[in-house]
T-cell receptor, first 111, second 115 residues
Framework: GQNIDQPTEMTATEGAIVQINCTYQ??????LFWYQQHAGEAPTFLSY????GLEEKGRFSSFLSRSKGYSYLLLKELQMKDSASYLC????????????FGSGTRLSIRP | DAGVTQSPTHLIKTRGQQVTLRCSPK?????VSWYQQALGQGPQFIFQ???????QRGNFPDRFSGHQFPNYSSELNVNALLLGDSALYLC??????????????FGPGTRLTVT
């Protein structure tokens, strides 16, 4: 079966740093995504990791450990507009690529 | 360059009815995937279309069917609607294999309400 776990909700303070964790157990692995989704909107792509290590992109960084089935998304210098759901998703390559999503972490930023 | 577009934006149907949702992929993309997202949940993979054929399918009943046209646009059909089919339906397109094919770009979604 496929299982992706991430916390349901998190709260952080404007200007601070927050780390959102994701663990996965999937049959097949061809990379891990993080998406941001504001309420009522479509998910937007944040990052893609296929090799172990840290990928940094501005205020956002994503880390992957394939051996541990673990990833995290690190958000720095939090802004109020970062209040959103953050979706961890694993791409599974069988006969065709297929993405399995976690349930998402709802992040609330307080002033 | 238009991104992924979906129509309609919102739809209200009655139990037992049938619905067709439409998706036009991003320019240059040839693969279309459909997802169902219930409130407070992550998107659930329904199926993926490539070269006008269903290439991969998630755990959805046969009431959910689709089609891809020669211009790569796609339709999602749901028959015998149930209250539980109420959700946001997302379409995502991706480029041809070998060109960042892992990237999926999502459309704005169609909000389906079944009463």
């Amino acid at each position: 079966g496929q299982n992706i776990d991430q916390p349901t909700e998190m709260t952080a303070t404007e200007g601070a740093i927050v780390q959102i964790n994701c663990t996965y157990q999937t049959s097949g692995f061809n990379g891990l995504f993080w998406y941001q989704q504001h309420a009522g909107e479509a998910p937007t792509f944040l990052s893609y990791n296929v090799l172990d290590g840290l990928e940094e992109k501005g205020r956002f960084s994503s880390f992957l450990s394939r051996s541990k089935g673990y990833s995290y998304l690190l958000l720095k210098e939090l802004q109020m507009k970062d209040s959103a759901s953050y979706l961890c998703a694993v791409i599974i390559y069988s006969s065709a690529s297929k993405i399995i999503f976690g349930s998402g972490t709802r992040l609330s930023i307080r002033p | 360059d238009a991104g992924v577009t979906q129509s309609p934006t919102h739809l209200i149907k009655t139990r037992g009815q049938q619905v067709t949702l439409r998706c036009s992929p991003k320019s240059g993309h040839d693969t279309v995937s459909w997802y169902q997202q219930a409130l407070g949940q992550g998107p659930q993979f329904i199926f993926q279309y490539y070269e006008e054929e269903e290439r991969q399918r998630g755990n959805f009943p046969d009431r959910f069917s689709g089609h891809q046209f020669p211009n790569y646009s796609s339709e999602l059909n749901v028959n015998a609607l149930l209250l539980g089919d109420s959700a946001l339906y997302l379409c995502a397109s991706s480029p041809p294999n070998g060109t960042s094919s892992y990237e999926q770009y999502f459309g704005p979604g169609t909000r389906l309400t079944v009463t």
